[in-house]
């Protein structure tokens, strides 16, 4: 076991581009993760990487190596799997990303519940609402909120999810409330946007009498955080374009204003996009499964309160 220990650190040092951030991805610490690599190339007779105080970069050696450890580790996996399968006891790690928001208000809660019934499976979530890299960061299960990556990843569809423009009442009283889409352009108003490296979130899309608007808004504040934007717009700083469950409570309680009801934003899609070779994931599955029946309900519950 310990030289496949030593493969996996190997492959996610060569991935991840450093020793100590594939320790802290393997939950082990920079000597240890260092131990494992020289032990390896002491296995092996040969030098896999170049190390300078700056830089670590793969040998020849390493890069052929590389190459052969992954389709290793896949092949482990998938016979881990097909064990599982037959013996009804999926057992493991599952590695998964999610938006912040909705990570935090329907996946995180649900995180528990899922091991109550799965104990021998653990989930280790990460919350970004940056755009990640599935491949590169070795994940199983990834949850998109917006328009789905055109890739070879399979997709799991939960639910479309209507979103909404608020503000506070401060804002609205000091400001005025937005009668027309167009008045989100002008200068009297300023709108909240998500925006980090990679966003393509650099408009707003709005439901019209005569199809889809595109708007190109603007504000003074921007943030790769969609919960700091709710922040911002219950402070009274401008206008936010959530889905309607993120801000559920505090619309029902006033402390937010829906505007512009007649014209809302398009609806965005809620799914799960995770690798083919998933599919004969027992452990996979089972997470799958359960958090798409589970989010649906959640969401609904939400919707009909």
């Known amino acids: 076991m310990s030289y496949i220990n030593n493969i996996k650190m190997f492959v996610r040092v060569v991935e991840m581009g450093s020793l100590s951030a594939a320790g802290r991805d393997l939950r082990a610490s920079p000597a240890v993760a260092s131990n494992r690599i020289k032990e390896l190339e002491k296995h092996l007779g ?25 389709k290793t580790l896949e092949a482990l996996n998938e016979a881990e799997a097909a064990i599982a399968e037959i013996s009804n006891n999926p057992k493991g790690s599952i590695h ?15 995180v528990p519940l899922f091991h109550n019934e799965y104990p021998n499976i653990n989930v280790r979530l990460r919350l970004s609402d940056r755009n990640v890299d599935i491949t590169t960061e ?19 569809g939960i639910m479309d999810c209507r979103r909404v423009l608020a503000a506070s009442p401060a804002y609205l009283e000091m400001r005025g409330e937005p009668s027309k889409p167009n008045d989100l352009l002008s200068d009297k108003h300023d709108c909240l946007l998500l925006r980090f490296p990679g966003s393509k979130q650099y408009y707003w899309e709005l439901n019209t009498q005569v199809g889809i608007r595109k708007l190109q808004v603007h504000g003074p504040f921007e943030s790769d955080d969609g919960d700091v934007l709710t922040d911002w717009a219950l402070g009274g700083y401008g206008i936010i374009n959530k889905p309607w469950f993120e801000i559920a409570e505090h619309l029902a309680i006033g402390d937010l204003i829906e505007i512009l009801p007649d014209t809302p934003p398009s609806t965005t899609n809620l799914a799960i996009i995770y690798p083919h070779k998933q599919l004969q994931d027992p452990k996979v599955r089972l997470f799958i499964d359960f958090m798409t029946e589970n989010i649906r309900k959640r969401i609904t519950e939400v919707m009909e309160a």
């Open 46 to 70: 040969v030098r896999l990487f170049n190390r300078t105080t700056r830089k670590l970069t793969t040998t020849e050696q390493g890069r052929i190596f590389y190459g052969g450890a992954v």
């Open 138 to 156: 070795a994940l199983d299960v990834a949850f998109k909120l917006g328009q789905l990556p055109d890739s070879n990843f399979r997709i799991r």
């Open 96 to 110: 998964v990303t999610a938006p912040l928001g909705i990570g935090r208000r329907l996946i995180a809660p649900l």
